[in-house]
């Protein structure tokens, strides 16, 4: 293959994704003085990766495999622009060899690796294939062609429960199921095999051993056309949820210095069986005492900032210069390690409801500013609409520190400044995560999260006198900034009145629990809050985003948002949401049944698990759905008969919408 044709120097480049990723290459390339193109679905037109762009094309409708899955649209953007190259980001076609293919056949430099090396190390079954002869540990399974039931069976026999099964094309936990007996090998096969075919195409399943109490370690590398193959440390990838990497950090906490030398030679000697060129991670799991090789991502990794971090290196610059056709700029010995990084993944998805994706318009985006050792890429900014199309993740949150201990402080108090409004996120559970003492003591394995759900996700506290105090300053403040806007408005003063001193009420609810009322004296003399037979001294000075509370003497920062009769407030104690009862009455609230049967967002329908007319066990599964790419079971919300299936596999329904009737027993 002539190599002029593969690496060459480029001045316009496209951004073969959306999201994040998009906005991180765009950067990085205009830094390098590149014109950019950004491509884009009838649901992302207003996005942030189109607006940073220098030019953008439509690729066609929302659904991903019609627009930014669609090989010919994304060549024929290419052509109309005249962008002589390609970044694939992570996700969508980057592990795509006909797609990378493709690029080469249309005269367009791909950044990444050749088809080839995609083919060799992008198949788990063909990169295990290839460690093996290479001498590079694995763990125990099965990676043969033979993909009948029957071999898959005996496989996983033979491997011994609890085993793994996984999408041989797979990645971020998709098509991946954990398998503890022989019962439950068929069921998870059909579903795993089913996923792996929507998100991958490629339905092919290996089989492995379930490691007990799992770390989950990766390597960076990177390879150029010269013959330099290098790795850039090593990221702890453990704290995971479904398969699907939540925090990552560098250097791994769990390693020693010869460990990290043992891992990282394995890395390269894993990359360097397929003459590896462009970025790449090799993923191993460990049971504490081993590690083994599990798979390769022939790509950029969602967590690559935190190697960036310790090592100063900006991989996508490399990845550019790599496909240009230069040398790396580093030998192996010149990379040093320095300090400690950690990146959280923000997602639009609520973690009380079982991480339920969450969509709508960003009402508020608020995030610190990138000072400190803060570092945030982000994807939406606030008055972006999240649609159910796409992978929920809004941002990464990634920080430096000298030591491990304050890079988690720093990412903390990060996490605990952020506050985005009209739609639901895990901020609070990453908070949650962050301080959690086994966290902080890398007490942890792949299984943690889902063991430690129920402290993860406990309610937020009910607001106490701070929070009601705050909620009556809000109020004020708010109609303060109103005032402003009207010129020579007496209510522009806090407390103005004609003559004396005035009481008002307010009253306050948390969900439909019970309301809590509190008084505001004001007029002449010191304004005053009175709860019960307390009575507080309070001031309030303006900020942006919230204001400054002093009670007693005491002040405090708050942050508050305000829509309608519905209050949002941060304070010290944590993030509270409160009702402002109309004193008017005439409030309407719906109160919707948990016990209803209907799609949680948009969605197909992939599978039907029960008939109509069948006695079902409370929480036994009835049906499937494919959202945001994952699959959620709906299941009988108590014991009782079927009654009635709404749908059938193929449909595409919309949020709320009622799928089926369970008839409670009894009745």
Known sequence: M????????????????RGEIACRVIRTARAMGLRTVAVYSEADRDAMHVALADEAVLLGPARARD???????????????????????????????????ACFDAGLVFVGPTAGMMNAM?????????????????????????????????????????ILVKASAGGGGRGMRIVRSADELGPAIVSAKREAKAAFGDDRMLIEKYVDNPRHIE????????????????????????????????????LNAAQREAVCAAARKAAGAVNYVGAGTIEFVSDGKDVFFIEMNTRLQVEHPVTELITRIDLV?????????????LKQDEIKLNGHAVEARVYAENPTKNFMPSVGRISTWRLPAETGGLRIDAGYREGDTVSPYYDAMLAKMIVWAPTRDVAIERLNRGLEESDVRGIVTNIPFLSALMTHPKVRTNAIDTGFIERELAVLTQAAPAPGELELCAAVAAVINDEQQAARAQANSPWQTFGWQPVGRRQRSFTFRVGHGAEQKIALNYGSGLSTLLIGERELAFAIAPRDGGFDLTLDGVKSQVAAVISGHELYLRTRNGRFDLHLVDPFGGETEEHAGEDKIAAPLPGTVVAVLAEEGATLEKGAPILTLEVMKMEQTLR??????LKSIKCKVGDIVQEGIELAVVEPAGE
């Not at 899955?69 to 006909?98: C, D, M, Q, W």
């Not at 009988?636 to 008969?641: D, E, H, S």
């Open 2 to 17: 002539d190599r002029s044709k593969l690496y060459r120097r480029f001045r316009t480049l496209l951004i073969a994704n």
């Open 67 to 101: 627009s930014y899955l669609n090989v010919e649209r994304l060549i024929e953007a290419a052509r109309k622009t005249g962008a002589e190259a390609v970044h694939p980001g992570y996700g969508f076609l980057s592990e795509n060899a006909e797609f990378a293919r």
């Open 122 to 162: 992008g198949s788990k079954s063909g990169s295990k294939a290839l460690m093996e002869e290479a001498g590079v540990p694995l763990v125990p399974g099965y990676h043969g062609e033979a993909q009948d039931d029957a071999t898959l069976a005996k496989a996983a026999e033979k491997v011994g429960f609890p």
């Open 219 to 254: 390597v960076q590398v990177i390879g150029d056309s010269h013959g330099n193959l290098l790795s850039l440390f090593e990221r702890e990838c453990t704290l995971q949820r479904r398969h699907q990497k939540v925090i990552e950090e560098a250097p791994s906490p769990t």
């Open 317 to 329: 610059e490399w990845q550019l210069r790599v496909a240009f056709g230069e040398a790396l700029p």
């Open 636 to 641: 009988a919300p108590y014991a009782g008969v």
